[in-house]
Nanobody
Framework: QLALVESGGGSVQPGGSLRLSCAGP?????????IGWFRQAPGKEVEGISS????????NYADSVKGRFTISRDDAKGTADLQMNSLQPEDTAVYYC??????????????????WGQGTQVTVSS
């Protein structure tokens, strides 16, 4: 298990974009980890929004973000990113990345993963 680190959260107006990044602790890459992104809004359950396998060849998206969010890997940096476009107020939440090693496939189920980040806040408001 690793303590993953998310970065890139912040505040943005509706229609704006943010890019989140997920990294391992110093000295660890995520190249052999399947990665998932999750979010939790106040008073709501954790929602799985995207996942990617270790080769970056299989991705999954929740219907709520499909067509707006894009997950990717940067194996040179050993990170996994989530590009979020056309953000709306309902996207406001704490966003978490999660990893599973060794695993070829990703999942939108939080119980699939054994490594988690501390979360980063994304706020969308005018």
């Amino acid at each position: 298990q690793l303590a993953l680190v998310e970065s890139g959260g912040g505040s943005v107006q509706p229609g704006g974009s943010l890019r989140l990044s997920c990294a391992g602790p110093s000295g660890h890459t995520l190249n052999s980890y399947a990665i998932g992104w999750f979010r939790q809004a106040p008073g709501k359950e954790v929602e799985g929004i995207s996942s990617i396998n270790i080769y970056g060849t299989r991705t999954n998206y929740a219907d709520s973000v499909k067509g707006r969010f894009t997950i990717s890997r940067d194996d040179a940096k050993g990170t996994a990113d989530l590009q979020m476009n056309s953000l709306q107020p309902e996207d406001t939440a704490v966003y978490y990345c999660a990893g599973r090693h060794p695993s070829f496939l990703g999942s939108l189920r939080p119980e699939w993963y054994d490594s988690w980040g501390q979360g980063t806040q994304v706020t969308v408001s005018s």
